[in-house]
Nanobody, 118 residues
Framework: QVQLVESGGGLAQAGGSLRLSCAAS????????MGWYRQAPGKQRELVAT???????KYADSAKGRFTISRDNAKNTVYLEMNNLKPEDTAVYYC????????????WGQGTQVSVSS
């Protein structure tokens, strides 16, 4: 069984920054991509960014230029640095892990709230 434990998040002002972390435990050998999704109230869950062990990255258009995903493979941890935050970034952010860049996540974290005030 794989567990994903998130930390970070919270409240920020527009233009501010937050950093999310997610540590994976369990057998993740075949799960190459770790990343972040988010779900705002009344909206579908959407991909924010994902990254492979080999440093392949994919970002949502809304995240490009403002968010940076990174990971520490030795620690099985993925990070999301969020800069120039906007009120529309307000959502529950979920860590996720998947086999390929296009595969649906196999496991999810519990979610962490990010709220951005204007």
């Amino acid at each position: 069984q794989v567990q994903l434990v998130e930390s970070g998040g919270g409240l920020a002002q527009a233009g501010g920054s937050l950093r999310l972390s997610c540590a994976a435990s369990g057998n993740i050998l075949n799960l190459n991509f770790m990343g972040w999704y988010r779900q705002a109230p009344g909206k579908q869950r959407e991909l924010v960014a994902t990254m492979s062990r080999g440093n392949m990255r994919k970002y949502a258009d809304s995240a490009k230029g403002r968010f940076t995903i990174s990971r520490d493979n030795a620690k099985n941890t993925v990070y999301l640095e969020m800069n120039n935050l906007k009120p529309e970034d307000t959502a529950v952010y979920y860590c996720a892990i998947s086999r390929t860049i296009v595969a649906a996540p196999a496991f999810w974290g519990q979610g962490t709230q990010v709220s951005v005030s204007s």
